[in-house]
């Protein structure tokens, strides 16, 4: 009889270990646990903690990629309104969490960049794809008038995802949603300001 690989149940026991104490706060021993899994399943798949990382990147970026599908391919709403709906079903979930949790992108951006470039590497795929559906949204709403074109959509992409990981990680020090509000507030009042002539 085959033996069951254990490799899934770790990496998704290794997204909940680094989501609470992040890369350097955890170790094997902590993941392996965390997955009711012996340690030696855990060498057995994984060449380093580096590449268990990536794959923890990877896994937590699906289900960012489900929440961007949900909301700006929808195609039932106005593209601007669907850029907001973004921020707000992030809102919720991180209100939902205490304000506790974050974005493990945006955590992972701070605290591995400078130790690791396999992250780093990994990181910067990860932005280059996240941006796409954003740009495309952005260009549609100014297709279609809802924004301004002084800007390209790249780069109010770029813009939008950066302040918003700079405003998540804010919340996590204030331990509430007012940065996050304050930023959808100004941001959809100002660079995202809703044209009044079509």
Known sequence: MAKISLRNDIVAAGLRTMFRTGFNGCGVRDIVAEADAPQGSFTNHFRS???????????YFE???AIVRETLEDDSRPARERLKRYL????????????????LIGDFSVEVVQQSELLRG???????????PFAACIAEAQKAGELATDFKPLDLAD?????WEGAILRMKVERNS?????FKRIVFHTIFAERVER
């Not at 990382?53 to 990877?58: C, F």
């Not at 205490?98 to 974005?103: A, D, E, I, M, S």
């Not at 990994?122 to 796409?132: C, D, H, R, S, V």
């Not at 007012?178 to 304050?182: F, G, S, T, V």
Request: hydrophobic fraction near 45%; glycine fraction near 4%.
């Open 159 to 163: 813009f939008l995802i950066s302040s």
């Open 63 to 65: 289900h960012v990629k």
């Open 122 to 132: 990994k990181l910067q795929a990860i932005y280059a794809e996240w941006l796409k």
């Open 88 to 103: 707000d079903v992030i809102t919720r979930r991180l209100k939902a969490d205490g304000c506790t949790r974050g974005c």
């Open 178 to 182: 007012a940065p996050l509000e304050r």
């Open 49 to 59: 903690k580096e590449a268990f990382a990536a794959e923890v990147l990877e896994l």
